[in-house]
């Protein structure tokens, strides 16, 4: 009978362990969720605290409204600085989706010399920072006659090294068999391209969109370099000028200008959070 006994024992223990090791999993989750989106939500919460309230007074605005978007419309041009980084977003999209695939691909086919130099110094770039090269870069922009245009913000970052390697890890994946099958069934190098190793790597392509994206999007330092007029400015340096006007420095103001800021970005990434999830290294090819 003891002996009959000890395996239910040892079912509740185990079964004890595993809910506590699943409750510190939840805890440890909740806790980082908290402190990743508790300053989006106390930014949020502070852009719509009503004119008469202080700030640090209480969580919960007590006089919710929405009139401090109006008045960063009203402050600056919002929409003119939206439409400029927009314009560089799209862009960037275009150019690293078409390049980081076409170097990806290169760089993932066999059977050409100076395939791993090419990879070798390409890997070696991710380790000198923006800051480091800069300066050239603005004098290599100022003698092609782009200083003061959004194409001279952009190309810079029309391809990225890094999105590269998410492309090349991506076709990687691609099973050779399947490779080998469309060879013999005719299919050239472009169409090998186009109907095979492009669908098999959505999810990297929805990688390469977003990280263009919030590349364009979040860059302050180089459009501080390149842009004079402020017809030009991107929207970050539309937000610095809120930010240091005397009339409009005000934490309600900053804090829904941010928000304007960084709703795009949700917004993209809730539409292609089906392909980013793929991951990377996933395949779809199907046989």
């Not at 370099?225 to 970050?236: A, C, I, K, M, P």
């Not at 304007?260 to 089906?274: D, E, S």
Request: with cysteine.
């Amino acid at each position: 009978m003891s002996t009959a006994h000890r395996p239910a024992a040892g079912t509740g223990a185990d079964r004890r362990r595993r809910r506590i090791g699943l409750a510190a999993r939840y805890a440890t989750l909740i806790l980082m969720l908290v402190v990743m989106l508790g300053p989006i939500v106390w930014q949020f919460l502070t852009s719509i605290r009503g004119r008469t309230e202080n700030v640090y007074d209480g969580v919960l605005p007590s006089q919710p409204t929405l009139d401090n978007y109006v008045l960063v419309a009203d402050s600056f041009p919002l929409l003119q600085y939206v439409g400029n980084t927009l314009v560089v977003a799209a862009l960037a999209i275009t150019s690293n989706m078409l390049f980081a695939a076409m170097g990806g691909y290169a760089l993932s086919r066999a059977g050409w010399k100076g395939r791993k130099s090419v990879f070798t110094v390409l890997v070696a770039t991710l380790m000198f920072p923006f800051e480091s090269v800069m300066i050239s870069m603005f004098l290599t922009v100022r003698e092609m006659g782009l200083v003061d245009t959004l194409v001279g913000v952009w190309l810079p970052g029309a391809v990225s090294v890094l999105n590269i390697m998410i492309m090349r890890s991506a076709f990687l994946a691609v099973p050779r068999e399947v490779e080998e099958s469309a060879v013999l069934d005719g299919a050239g190098e472009w169409t090998r391209f186009t109907r095979l190793f492009l669908p098999a790597a959505k999810g990297a392509l929805a990688v390469v969109c977003i990280t263009s994206f919030m590349g364009a999007w979040d860059d302050f330092l180089w459009p501080l370099l390149v842009l004079t007029d402020s017809e030009h400015y991107t929207l970050q340096l539309g937000l610095k000028t809120l930010a240091g006007a005397s009339t409009t420095n005000d934490q309600r103001i900053i804090a829904a200008g941010a928000m304007a800021a960084l709703l795009p970005m949700m917004l993209l990434f809730f539409a292609l959070q089906r392909f980013f999830f793929k991951g990377v290294g996933e395949g779809a090819v199907k046989t």
